[in-house]
């Protein structure tokens, strides 16, 4: 079982009061009680080059968008 949250593997057995969360902190989070900082987990490692969240502002509208992938 995986968090729906972070994604982490999370303990499905009767033992974990936050199922399907990991943690309280999750569950707190999916109930929107968590007004914690900045929780961002992910997998992998991120690039601080560039926000994907901030890239559809800056994309010219001439930029091409490739969608099919070419193999
Ligand atoms: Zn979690």
């Not at 900082?37 to 091409?64: I, M």
Request: aromatic content about 6%; proline content about 10%.
């Amino acid at each position: 079982m995986r968090c729906p949250i972070c994604k982490r593997p999370s303990e499905s057995s009767p033992q974990n009061r936050f199922r399907p969360f990991c943690s309280e902190r999750c569950q707190l989070v999916d109930l929107g009680m968590w007004a914690g900082e900045n929780y961002r987990v992910e997998g992998g490692k991120q690039d601080d080059r560039e926000h994907p969240d901030d890239r559809h502002d800056l994309t010219p509208s001439s930029a091409p968008r490739r969608e099919d992938d070419d193999h």
